[in-house]
């Protein structure tokens, strides 16, 4: 997290977007800090490419400041902001080789340090592992090599900040994964301040040292990875960051705490909001089949296996609960067993 000694490479001061009469952002503040591996995580149209095309001088704020290295760039065009880009559809010249295209990066700037155009290309390139195809046109190359030419493409100018937008959205699952590590490794070498975008919360959790989650045009939770995940600040973050098990619930008592979920208590280690009515959420992978500090009795629905775990659909009061494990029930009824310490209470952060 940011501290007073800490300069923030990228802030958002209060920026709203509109499209006419579309507002696509409100009132975003985001304070990120130099060297952090930052993502905006969200579903489809709340605001995440708008977010980064503001950040790199594309969209104008109607209202707030955007500051990089501390610096107002509000008012600044693309071309003065010290930004590199890496697109979600790889964009590169397919007139150009790969050489080149790394080299396209540098027209309007020198490469830092003490070293000419030719040897910074190279060394982009053998950063990202792609000196070897330096003659190669991009057209022959794998959706993942082209990806990794564009990110030494925007890294050969030496930016203060990185922007990636849904880099790996365009290839497949294992490839995914691979490249995600990859851009991790080069982040932290270079220690670059970086800004990612992805509608894939697995992707985001996994690369991330903060999130933002968007909705709608609104920064809903920023924290670490386990935070987002562990200590859901709405209901819109406990359904959206991994797969959930949502309730609306009474308070029954405060002390100890427990709450009553259609009809049924359900004992909590968290202390209880001072509200009659929560959200309370309990994690797929937490719910067991056998016994628990709770036990319900529910009907399996339906089993997917997916090799290291099965999601066993069942209903309980009506009430729809995932559940995931690697034990497979036959069908009918099962126990399902629920501790009080993994029952959290959403908007309620434990300190
Ligand atoms: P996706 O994951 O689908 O790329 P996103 O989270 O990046 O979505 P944005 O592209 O930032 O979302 O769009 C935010 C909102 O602004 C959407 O409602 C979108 O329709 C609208 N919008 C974006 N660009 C324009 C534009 N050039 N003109 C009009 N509306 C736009």
Excluded at 242 to 266: I, K, Q, Y
Aim: aromatic share 4%; net charge negative.
């Amino acid at each position: 997290m940011a501290d007073s000694t800490t300069t923030p490479g990228v802030e958002l001061d209060g920026v709203s977007v509109s499209f006419g009469d579309v507002p696509a952002l409100a009132d975003v503040r985001l304070s990120i800090p130099e060297g952090e591996f930052f993502t905006l995580v969200g579903p489809s149209g709340c605001g995440k490419t708008t977010t980064l095309r503001t950040l790199a001088g594309f969209e104008t704020p109607a209202s707030g400041t955007v500051r990089i290295g501390g610096t107002d760039v509000t008012d600044q065009p693309p071309e003065d902001r010290d930004v590199g880009i890496v697109f979600q559809n790889y964009a590169l010249f397919p007139h150009m080789t790969v050489r080149e295209n790394v080299a396209y990066g540098l027209r309007y700037r020198s490469p830092p340090g003490d070293v000419d155009g030719d040897e910074r290309v190279t060394a982009m390139l053998e950063l990202v592992d792609m000196a070897e195809m330096r003659a190669r046109q991009p057209t022959s190359l794998s959706g993942g090599q082209q990806q990794r030419v564009a990110l030494a493409r925007a890294l050969a100018p030496g930016p203060d900040v990185l922007l990636l937008d849904e880099p790996l959205s365009a290839l497949d699952a294992r490839l995914r994964e691979r490249l995600r590590v990859k851009i991790r490794e080069i982040q932290r070498e270079l220690d670059i301040t970086t800004v990612y975008v992805t509608h894939d919360q697995e992707e985001a959790l996994a690369i991330s040292d903060r999130i933002a989650v968007v909705n709608d045009g609104r920064v809903e939770q920023i924290g670490t990875p386990r935070d987002v995940y562990h200590n859901p600040a709405t209901r819109f973050v406990a359904a959206f960051m991994g797969e959930n098990n949502v309730f609306e619930a009474r308070v029954e008592s405060r002390d100890p705490p427990r709450v009553s979920v259609h009809g049924t208590t359900l004992p909590l280690e968290a202390s209880l909001p001072d509200r009659e009515q929560v959200t309370v959420c309990v994690r797929p992978e937490d719910v067991s089949l056998g016994g628990g500090d709770v036990t319900l009795s529910a009907n399996v629905e339906h089993v997917e296996f997916l090799g290291d775990a099965s999601r066993i659909h069942c209903t309980w009061n009506g009430q729809s609960m995932l559940v995931k494990g690697r034990r497979v029930p036959d069908g009918g009824t099962v126990s399902l067993g629920i501790d009080a310490a993994d029952v959290t209470v959403v908007g309620r952060r434990e300190s």
